[in-house]
């Protein structure tokens, strides 16, 4: 086993112990915490790139072998597995995409609001990519609860009545969800006698019909747990708030929270329930269908009727949500495709929205921010203050770039052109929209039209409430003063707007990647038996010497 | 046995639903801990129960007699994030009540 | 022409917005003038080097691979009619930069309006090159959004703002359907090509689906060009400069919409759906638009409803389905282009000197300014549809299609006296355009009272805007000619019909027609005269009936008030409902399934119930219950309950042959005993009950919530029981109970799942607890209390007073006396404690124990030193370093997973084996006791942080907080 | 017979010690005072640790010592804690 | 500090470690280092180090203690079972104390709460007098009597 | 009770002697516990389980696994050191923080200060 085997464990390896350096570094030496963290968080990028290219690479059996990481040498399913396939290798690549500009712009102030950022920050790495590699359920629970814990942390970062509030329901909520994963998980421990992925997978087509209601039991209160997580409506309330009340960089990297449940559903719902697996095959799709029709609808509505920009942004998390477990219900390869550009498109979206939304909201009158959750911070002098200083220079021609960053978080959440929120909205629309293949004579099935309305209705909704936030913030604030902004708080912003423009511009060999992926996902075989057949080291990794 | 058990999970799951729909963070933080108990208990159960078992590998038990390690190794990573999570539950909650003044979940009093 | 030059000519308008953004901080008016204008005049130039390819009939296309897979690339395609167009777009554009570069004032923003301008330039060039149709939906939205901010640019005024967003939201709208209108029939096709979806025309009207497109494709072009019932926003977009209006609201933007319906007329047009649905619209607002340009007071709003009018006249002449319709339809979109764009510049050259656009005030200005008046009035008889100008050529072709019968119905046969009365309405508002403004008396209420001609390049873009419809009413085949020839059959192909662009054609119905109507509208104005002089703005009957007004109230109804409405009603902000409804949810998520395979619980015989076992349980429900029932009033009973049912869990736990949960159960208990101790201090005191039972709705929700808890117990009992008594599966845990002491190198299985089969579990598990306790620590250094909970207690008050009182004791002797005795034995104790935590960590892998069990232990002997001796005691003798001992768990916990990198092993590899020590024997030695030691190390560490974290707010000083709090909103 | 005498006084004891658990969980539900739930607490540690000893007896096996130890040596602490927020209204002064 | 703060600790420490584990010469040492290790953390907390001067009569008060408790056992149960005798009656007493000792007084209140019928509720270090709770009196003089003359004269020869 | 049958019958006789001893004694404690009027009273019930109560149970397991495992097994011990050690700790505590409680209160049932010797019987206060 060479070094460049282990890279697959590096995502959690290197923030856990990032994170528990900068412990054993004093609070007040900032700078270097902050350098330590960012360097982390580039190797963390690097690593994810590397990942990306070689899971971009798998073509057959052996490589994706290659792709499966027997933790203590113990063979699937005994032991945990990390595995690293299109899909997970994606979502890596999206979460260090969103850490390194989250982390930047952190370092403009927000880092120094509380203690033990960076630490809490790496923590949340490691639970997000713990939580994409694994492919053990009840590992899959842990690392949940490491992200939930990080982003407990984070949340209440910088304190303050709002965040604590939100911070309240958020915890309370997501206890209870840990509480159903722990009973859905062990539910199907108690039916299948298993908790690997892939070994589930082929346990779950020989589970006699009178355990197999159990087993369906237990998937359906271990699906209310990711549901909750994913934000589908009405287990969702307390994702707006929480959102909103987060300090910028910590909503930027948020960003990708719900999405870890969108990750689990769909990589569960099609290797555990996928098509002719077995009798319970699409089980609980009908639920997603619904679910994300409603989970949409409510998102756009409250887009609308959301008066502050995090709310807003707050409630656009659930539009995308919706969107993707809509995509996920219909059940089809090529809407698959589509709803994972949409998903990276959206979550890099969202990620610029929330940190732009501070950068906006600093230059408004005190009338204007009474909305702003930052002020309250800002208002309320403690102990921990974030740094005011001198170094916040009004730089020319700022506003022209707030508003034009502003103007791309608004064309990308309405899905126009020509960013990726476009591309994503037609590669997802012209799957619905043909339902046997191109130029055939077939109708278009009433449900799909249901789904294209509320998708065309939700980029409506965004088009309306970012214009009329975009004319109040920008156009209609006379007296507003200009926002003393930092270069490495817009770059952040900009850099992910870049990534979505990559994404434009590059949207063939992205499309091509997502098909890949969409394609690997409803086939689940290679997976299964890539964990199944990966290979211990050695002959037997510990003897015990009698 | 098995009975009583599941009984027993039935009553603490009940018990512990109702304090979590209560008004009072209290309420919740107490709930939250018996619902732990009800589902550490049934991890623990689904993997069968075994009276006076041996617990321990020895010299000449026979591995099948014990009771299944698995759901116990579940237990004890639930029972120790359970602790974690309370004890962030309830700090959060004395946050919550020194910022709001109240012990109200919603940090107000309902006035309904 | 080489065809790279397309994605050339449609790259330099973005180019040169850019550019021209970048001069942000220039002083200079002409600099971005200028710039733009070359960039407006290379493009000009550059299409009109394509004249010779086009006219022999040849479609140039250029192809950037793209998203293939999706059938999406970035193909430009240019034909007649798109080179006709282009021609239009950058030929006016170039124009209108040069009026621009005057009209604009010193004090505007001037590089951020040319690079809007070229931006939009860009847009539509890309509208009217694209050849695939999803392209041409990009270009679509993105004439939208910078019309949007064209429209909004001087944002200072509300109008501009509200008629931006008007116009956005309309157009933005438009473009969605469009794009699911054109995905649909590209589906229908097997193409988004221009070219394939132009020859499958037969193919798509037959389609299932055609109606749909048609309907969606039409919502698009419609609401792009303004037409009923879309109409509304134009009038609002002008507020925009009038610059932008002489482009976009004449020559470009609303012409996008009337283009499609030409484009896709090969595909699309003649049926029934289409001829009504189009139709319909067309004609509305062919006499809609005209009947209220009558009554405008401002003069771009006439003009704006004027176009409206007259993109109803092209939408109705392409509804025909008849190509030589078709063919007068793209005829009168050229010349209307023409007209309307110099009487827009026009208008705004009577705006730039004289300050208004209120044809109330204006009036007489022909002896300011003769040169312009007789360029408007020129413009103005084009627009009324006057021989010898381009406009009346198109109308006599659309007067001689209403004429004749296409599809018999009603609409048809009412064509001809519709279309005579537009005509009249269009000469009754072409007059009062010219006779309000230029003729009666001088003006004696306007702005700036001294008028006069503007600069000689500000007039010359009307000069030639004019001249152009001089000539192509004068000479239409010499000039026009060919250019349309070549445009309609790049449009109709093989179904080009024969058409005259003749001047005359003897006395024809149309004629009379015309007659009728020149007639008919000077009548009508001069009946009318006196009262438009002073009438409110807006059409009699419909003046009340304000699209504006209806769209703005239907759009704050539904996306604020009903929208608010909706989120609070569907959603909530408060826990319990959020909370209610993840238990119904979870509920249901059981028993669905349960319930739709038929499930019958079969309840085992009761016989091998141990009675003593039954007892304890008795005991755990009980306590539950009870602990449920206290919580509110009695904390503390609740908490000691809590404790009850703990002990039952582990007496549970041991009693099933599980001692590491007893064990481990125990320890969490105590802590958490402790902790929530910790935490009632800060609580608010719960002095009297709040009498809320009597309350029906609190009844009522508490009985629905008792429902919920029922069912909630009721499903898990019956879970935990079903899956209790079935066959226990062939689970992994067979391997794990035959490896864990051959190669697990350890006796107690599920410490050896703990710390090697699962060790990864449990490092992610430590992890959890070291960031929760960084989590505590951080929130409670900005900890503020309550301001009744600051200060001592209740009891420590009443005790100091008690020694304070007493002649030989000082406050604080109560206490000390408290605790003389226990303290000594809780001191003994520590060391005590001590020994049996290693020893339970040390055990651990063979027997009950582990890392996380003495952990704890070890962090409650450090507790009980702060319990026994205050915080101040315990610290003045133990330095503890929890985050030390967190950071080292961890790094401790990878460590030993990483080194077996270097023999080769991946991580957490665990290596056992016995070692032979001289004097002791065999030791274990297994590299899984060192992951342990990392356990070990974080949970004390995690355990004592988060322990002292709170005690220590006890002896914290708090700035007790004299402002009002926050008021909850 | 050794066998019958010990399971019937197993089994007595047992069942003595869980009678004894719930007669110390009365006091904790209906206290009437906390110090009496606090007690009965303690009292119902006491008695499980009992039920642990005897249980040991009864399996033959030593695994349930550690945890009736650790009620034996730590037990007293939340009870310790308890009291002392009685007195004090704060446990951690 | 020296290397072994509290020798009877550590010793103590050592037989608990042998006591929990096995005998073995591992184990002795292991549990040597553990005990020592441990008596150190003692050190950290600076305890009052108490001085037992009388071991002999240690001895002989455990040996009281343990009749008095089977004694007070049975009193107790019979009690419970049979109810109050008539005459008695439970109250509070106060005992003045000479001892000062926190560990004399420390092994005072063992005892006394170890036997059953008697209760440790108050010690006033200002007055030195304990508040002790009887649960079936019939003299109280005979309880002072007691504690003042079987234990504490006992413990006080032991630690002072 | 896989090794039960192994014990000599005088072994199992006192063992089982010891555990009912031991049990017993829990249990009268308990009984006591609900019985007694006062706390103060109350107090005194769970001595006789952590006395005795424990001593017989220890002595029960002591002897059973000595004399099933062939060799002295006393660990056993360590629990009753550590109950005797600590229930004078939470006996005390808890006491005296009752005390506490009653005088706030005003309880006149309970001696004000500790030097005040309340000679009169509280249960007969009780019944006033
Ligand atoms: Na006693
Ligand atoms: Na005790």
Redesign the interface.
């Known amino acids: 086993?060479n070094?460049g085997?282990?890279l697959i464990?590096a995502p959690i390896?290197v923030p856990?112990?990032t994170?528990?350096?900068l412990?054993?570094i004093d609070e007040r030496r900032r700078l270097q915490k902050a350098m330590i963290g960012v360097a982390s968080t580039i190797i963390l990028f690097a690593v994810a790139v590397a990942l990306f290219r070689f899971a971009d690479s798998i073509d057959g059996p052996e490589a994706a072998r290659q792709g499966v990481?027997?933790?203590?040498?113990?063979a699937a399913?005994?032991?945990?597995v990390l595995v690293v396939d299109r899909l997970s290798a994606l979502m890596l690549v999206l979460t260090a995409t969103l850490a390194l500009p989250s982390l930047i712009f952190a370092l403009a102030r927000w880092h120094t609001a509380?203690?033990?950022f960076h630490?809490?920050f790496q923590?949340l790495l490691?639970?997000l990519n713990?939580a994409f590699l694994t492919g053990d359920l009840?590992?899959l629970f842990?690392?949940f609860?490491?992200l939930l814990?990080?982003s407990?942390?984070l949340l209440?970062?910088g304190?303050?009545?709002l965040r604590?509030?939100a911070?309240?329901?958020y915890?309370?909520?997501n206890?209870?969800?840990?509480?159903?994963f722990?009973?859905g998980?062990?539910?199907i421990?108690?039916?299948?006698?298993?908790?690997?992925m892939a070994?589930l997978a082929v346990?779950v087509a020989s589970v006699e019909?009178?355990?197999?209601?159990?087993l369906?039991?237990?998937?359906?209160?271990l699906?209310?747990a990711f549901?909750?997580k994913a934000g589908m409506?009405?287990?969702n309330?307390?994702l707006p708030?929480a959102y909103t009340a987060a300090a910028a960089p910590v909503a930027g990297i948020f960003a990708i929270l719900t999405k870890v449940g969108i990750y689990v559903v769909l990589r569960l719902s099609l290797l555990v329930f996928g098509e002719g697996t077995s009798s319970s095959s699409g089980?609980g799709l009908q639920v997603l269908l619904i679910g994300g029709m409603a989970t949409i609808t409510?998102g756009a509505?409250?887009v609308?009727?959301s008066q502050a920009l995090g709310r807003l942004a707050g409630f656009s998390v659930l539009v995308s949500s919706g969107t993707l477990l809509m995509a996920i219900g219909l059940g089809s390869g090529a809407i698959t495709t589509g709803a994972l550009f949409y998903l990276a498109s959206s979550t890099l979206t969202i990620s610029a929205f929330f940190m732009l939304i501070e950068l906006v909201e600093r230059g408004q009158d005190a009338g204007a921010s009474m909305l702003a959750v930052t002020m309250?911070v800002y208002g309320d002098a403690?102990?921990?203050e974030p740094e005011e200083g001198g170094e916040g220079v009004a730089l020319?021609?700022t506003m022209?770039v707030l508003g034009i960053c502003f103007?791309a978080c608004g064309?990308l959440l309405?899905g126009?052109?020509?960013l990726s929120g476009?591309?994503a909205?037609?590669?997802m629309?012209?799957a619905m929209?043909?339902p046997a293949g191109?130029?055939?004579?077939a109708?278009?099935p009433a449900v799909m039209w249901v789904v294209?309305f509320l998708i065309?209705l939700s980029?409506?909704?965004a088009?309306?409430?970012m214009?009329?936030s975009g004319?109040r913030t920008?156009?209609?604030s006379?007296e507003g003063t200009k926002p003393r902004v930092l270069v490495i708080e817009v770059a952040p912003v900009l850099l992910l707007l870049l990534a979505t423009l990559l994404l434009t511009v590059q949207?063939?060999p992205a499309?091509?990647y997502m098909?890949a992926t969409a394609r690997a996902l409803s086939a689940p075989h290679q997976y299964i038996d890539a964990v199944t057949n990966a290979r211990q080291?050695?002959p037997?990794?510990?003897?015990?010497?009698? | 046995m098995e009975l009583v058990l599941s009984l027993g999970i039935g009553i603490m799951t009940g018990s512990g639903v109702w304090l979590?729909l209560r008004p009072r963070?209290y309420q919740?933080i107490i709930g939250?801990s018996l619902?732990?108990y009800a589902?550490n208990l049934?991890?623990f159960g689904?993997?069968g129960l075994k009276v006076n078992g041996p617990a321990i590998l020895a010299d000449g038990t026979e591995a099948a007699a014990l009771s299944d390690p698995?759901?116990q190794a579940?237990v004890l990573?639930?029972i120790v994030?359970g602790f974690?999570?309370t004890a962030?539950?309830l700090v959060?909650?004395l946050?919550?009540r020194g910022?709001?003044g109240t012990d109200h979940?919603?940090?107000r009093e309902q006035s309904q | 022409m080489p065809e790279r030059l397309l994605f050339f000519l449609l790259v330099l308008p973005f180019a040169g917005s850019i550019a021209t953004a970048l001069l942000?901080?220039t002083a200079s008016r002409s600099l971005p003038a200028w710039l733009a204008g070359s960039v407006a005049l290379i493009a000009t130039i550059t299409t009109a080097l394509y004249y010779p390819s086009v006219t022999a009939g040849k479609v140039v296309r250029q192809e950037i691979?793209?998203?293939?897979?999706?059938?999406?690339n970035f193909t430009l395609r240019m034909d007649g009619f798109a080179w006709l167009f282009s021609m239009l777009v950058t030929g006016i554009g170039f124009l209108v930069v040069v009026y621009a570069r005057y009209y604009m004032s010193a004090e505007d923003p001037i590089p951020r309006f040319f690079s809007f301008l070229l931006a939009f330039m860009g847009a539509m060039l890309g509208v009217v090159l694209s050849g695939n149709l999803?392209v041409l939906?990009?270009?679509w939205?993105?004439t939208?959004?910078f019309s949007?901010l064209l429209i909004?640019y001087w944002?200072?005024n509300?109008n501009a703002?509200d008629g931006?967003?008007m116009a956005?939201?309309i157009t933005?709208?438009g473009?969605?359907?469009l794009?699911?209108g054109v995905?649909?029939l590209?589906?229908?096709?097997?193409?988004y090509d221009l070219d394939a979806v132009l020859a499958a025309g037969d193919v798509v009207r037959a389609?299932?689906?055609y109606v749909?497109t048609l309907i969606l494709i039409l919502i698009g072009a419609l609401t792009k060009s303004a037409q009923f019932p879309f109409h509304f926003w134009l009038p609002n977009a002008m507020a925009a400069p009038t610059p932008v209006s002489a482009y976009l609201h004449s020559a470009t933007m609303v012409k996008a919409g009337v283009f499609l319906l030409a484009r896709l007329w090969p595909t699309l047009s003649g049926t029934f759906e289409w001829f009504w649905l189009l139709g319909l619209a067309g004609i509305t607002s062919l006499v809609l638009g005209a009947y209220f340009a009558i009554f405008q007071r401002d003069l771009k709003g006439l003009l704006a409803y004027s176009t409206i009018s007259h993109l109803g006249l092209i939408a109705t002449l392409l509804s025909l389905g008849s190509p030589l319709a078709a063919v007068a339809a793209i005829f009168h979109m050229v010349n209307h282009a023409t007209f309307k764009a110099s009487l827009f510049m026009a208008a705004g050259i009577i705006d730039h000197e004289t300050g208004t656009r209120d044809m109330q005030k204006l009036s007489g200005l022909y002896r300011f300014m003769p040169h312009t008046a007789t360029l408007a009035m020129v413009a103005c008889a084009a627009m009324a549809g006057v021989p010898l100008l381009n406009g009346f050529l198109s109308k006599e072709m659309f007067f001689a299609e209403a004429v004749e019968t296409h599809a018999d119905s009603i609409l048809d046969r009412a064509l001809p006296y519709i279309a005579t009365i537009y005509g009249a309405f269009s000469v009754a508002y072409s007059i009062r355009f010219i006779h309000t403004v230029f003729f009666g008396p001088p003006p004696t209420d306007i702005p700036n009272p001294h008028p006069h001609e503007p600069p000689r390049w500000m007039r010359f873009p009307v000069e030639s805007l004019v001249f152009a419809c001089l000539i192509v009413g004068i000479v239409p085949s010499m000039s026009i000619g060919p250019f349309l020839s070549t445009a309609v059959l790049s449009v109709l192909g093989t179904e080009t019909p024969h058409y005259s662009l003749a001047v005359w054609h003897g006395i024809t119905l149309p004629l009379m027609m015309s007659v009728v109507a020149m007639v008919g509208g000077t009548i009508l104005y001069s009946l009318l005269q006196k009262y438009l002089a002073h009438c409110e703005d807006g059409p009699p009957i419909f003046r009340h009936l304000r699209g504006q007004r209806i769209f703005e109230r239907i759009?704050v109804t539904?996306?604020?008030k009903?929208?608010?409405w909706?989120?609070a009603n569907?959603?909530?902000?408060r826990?319990q409902?959020?909370?209610r409804?993840?238990?119904g949810?979870?509920f249901?998520?059981?028993?669905?399934?349960?319930y739709?395979?038929g499930?019958e619980p079969k309840l085992a015989p009761l016989a091998q119930v141990d009675p003593a076992f039954a007892m304890i349980w008795i005991i755990g429900m009980l306590s539950a219950v009870s602990a449920a029932l206290l919580a509110k009033y009695h904390r503390v009973a609740a908490l000691v309950l809590l404790g009850g049912s703990g002990v039952v869990t582990c007496i549970t736990f041991a009693w099933l042959s599980a001692p590491d949960l007893a064990i481990t159960q125990l320890v969490v208990e105590i802590v958490t005993t402790v902790l929530l101790l910790l935490g009632l201090r800060w609580l608010p005191k719960r002095v009297g009950k709040i009498d809320e039972s009597t309350m029906l709705s609190a009844r009522l929700r508490r009985l629905r919530d008792f429902g919920l808890a029922v069912a909630c117990g009721a499903g898990?009992s019956i879970?935990a029981y079903?899956?209790m008594m079935?066959p226990?599966?062939?689970?992994?845990?067979n391997?794990?109970l035959d490896?864990a002491?051959?190669?697990?190198?350890g006796k107690n299985v599920v410490n050896v799942i703990l710390v090697?089969?699962?060790?990864?579990?449990t490092?992610?598990?430590i992890?959890?607890l070291?960031?929760?306790a960084?989590?505590v620590?951080?929130?409670l250094?900005?900890f503020r209390p309550a301001s009744e909970s600051i200060g001592t207690t209740e009891q420590q008050q009443i005790q100091n007073a008690f020694d304070d009182a007493q002649p030989d004791r000082k406050p604080g002797d109560t206490v000390r006396d408290y605790l003389l005795v226990p303290s000594v034995v809780m001191q003994w104790m520590f060391p005590v404690i001590i020994t049996f935590a290693i020893y339970l960590f040390l055990r651990g892998h063979d027997l009950p124990g582990g890392g996380f069990a003495g952990g704890i232990t070890m962090a409650i002997a450090f507790l009980l030193q702060y319990l026994g001796g205050g915080t101040r005691w315990a610290e003045d003798r133990l330095r503890i370093l929890p985050?030390?001992w967190?950071?080292l768990g961890?790094?401790i916990a990878?460590a030993t997973?990483?080194g077996?990198?270097f023999v080769?092993?991946?991580?957490?590899?665990?290596?056992?084996?016995?070692v032979a020590l001289p004097f002791i024997g065999k030791v274990p030695a297994a590299s899984a006791l060192l992951f342990d030691l990392g356990v070990f190390s974080l949970v004390v560490g995690a355990t004592v942080l988060i322990l002292i974290a709170i005690a220590h707010q006890s002896i914290r000083t708090y700035r007790i907080r004299t402002e009002p709090k926050?008021e909850d909103t | 017979m050794s066998a019958t005498i010990l399971y019937w006084s197993l089994t007595a004891a047992q069942l003595m010690l869980s009678i004894a658990m719930a007669l110390a969980l009365l006091r904790m539900v209906f206290g009437p005072r906390a110090q009496d739930r606090v007690l009965g607490l303690d009292a119902l540690y006491l008695n499980s640790m009992l039920l642990l000893l005897v249980f040991g007896i009864g399996s033959g096996r030593t695994i349930y010592f550690e945890a009736a130890l650790i009620i034996g040596l730590l037990g007293f602490v939340s009870t310790v804690a308890l009291a002392k927020f009685l007195m004090r209204g704060e446990v951690i002064e | 500090m020296s290397v072994l703060p509290y020798p009877l600790l550590a010793l103590s420490l050592l037989l608990m470690w042998l006591i929990l584990n096995s005998f073995s010469v591992g184990h002795l040492l292991l549990g040597s280092a553990i005990a020592i290790f441990a008596s150190w953390s003692m050190a950290a907390l600076r305890p009052n180090k108490p001085r037992i001067r009388r071991w002999d009569l240690l001895a002989r008060l455990l040996a009281i203690v343990l009749y008095d408790i089977i004694l007070s056992n049975i009193a107790v149960v019979a009690l419970i079972l049979t109810g109050r005798r008539p005459g008695h009656h439970s109250a509070f007493l106060a005992v003045p104390l000479d001892l000062k000792d926190p560990t004399g007084l420390a092994l005072l209140s063992v005892i006394v709460t170890s036997t059953p019928g008697t209760a440790w509720i108050e010690y006033n270090s200002s007055e030195g007098t304990l508040l002790m709770h009887i649960l079936d009196v019939e003299d109280e003089t005979e309880w002072i009597d007691i504690v003042k003359n079987r234990y504490e004269r006992l413990l006080r020869e032991i630690f002072e | 009770m896989s090794h039960a049958a192994d014990l000599p019958l005088w072994a199992a006789i006192v063992v089982s002697a010891f555990l009912l001893l031991g049990a017993g004694l829990a249990l009268i404690g308990m009984i006591g516990f609900t019985q007694l009027p006062t706390f103060y009273q109350r107090l005194h019930a769970p001595t006789l389980g952590t006395s005795w109560g424990t001593g017989g149970v220890v002595m029960a397991s002591m002897i059973y696994f000595s004399v099933i495992g062939g060799r002295p097994v006393f660990h056993e011990i360590l629990i009753g050191i550590f109950v005797t050690v600590t229930t004078p700790v939470t006996l005390m505590l808890l006491a005296q923080a009752a005390l506490h409680r009653d005088r706030a209160e005003g309880d006149p049932d309970v001696p004000s200060v500790s030097a005040t010797v309340s000679p009169q019987d509280d249960e007969q206060r009780l019944e006033q």
């Open positions: 086993m070094l085997q282990h464990i390896l856990l112990v994170g528990a350096l412990l054993l990481y027997l933790l203590g040498n113990w399913p005994f032991g945990i509380g203690a033990h630490s809490l923590f490691m639970g713990g009840f590992n842990v690392f609860e490491v814990a990080a407990y942390g209440l970062h304190s303050g009545l604590v509030k911070g309240l329901h915890i309370a909520i206890l209870a969800a840990a509480l159903l722990l009973i998980v062990s539910m421990y108690g039916v299948t006698g298993t908790l690997n070994d346990r019909p009178q355990k197999r209601m159990l369906e039991a237990g998937a359906g209160i699906g209310v549901l909750i409506w009405p287990l309330f307390w708030p089980f409510f509505i409250g609308l009727a309250e403690d102990e921990d020319p021609g022209a103007a064309i309405a126009l052109p020509p476009f591309v909205k037609f590669a629309l012209s929209l043909e191109s130029g055939s004579a109708l278009v294209v065309i980029g409506l909704s088009l309306i409430a214009t009329r004319i920008f156009w209609a006379l949207a063939g499309m091509r098909d080291v050695g037997a990794s510990a003897e015990v010497q009698q | 979590i963070t919740v939250l619902l732990s589902v049934f991890i689904v993997g698995v759901p579940l990573t639930a994030i974690a999570t962030l539950f959060v909650l946050a919550a910022l709001t979940v919603d940090g | 942000l901080r691979s793209w998203l293939p897979e999706l059938g999406l999803i939906s990009i270009f939205e993105l939208s959004i949007f909004g944002y200072h509300a703002r931006a967003r956005l939201t933005g709208t473009g969605f359907c794009l699911v995905i649909l590209g589906h229908i096709v097997g193409s389609h299932p689906l749909p759009l539904v996306s604020w009903w929208a608010r909706v989120e569907l959603g909530t902000r826990l409902p959020q909370l409804l993840v238990a949810f979870s249901a998520a059981a028993a669905i399934p349960l739709l395979s499930f898990m879970l079903a899956v079935q226990v599966p062939d689970t992994i845990a391997y794990f490896n002491y051959t190669q697990g190198g090697d089969f699962r060790g990864f579990d490092m992610g598990e992890t959890v070291g960031i929760v960084l989590t620590f951080a929130l250094r900005r985050l030390r967190i950071a961890l790094l990878v997973g990483v077996s990198w080769g092993y991946p991580f957490l590899s665990s290596h056992s084996q016995y926050p």
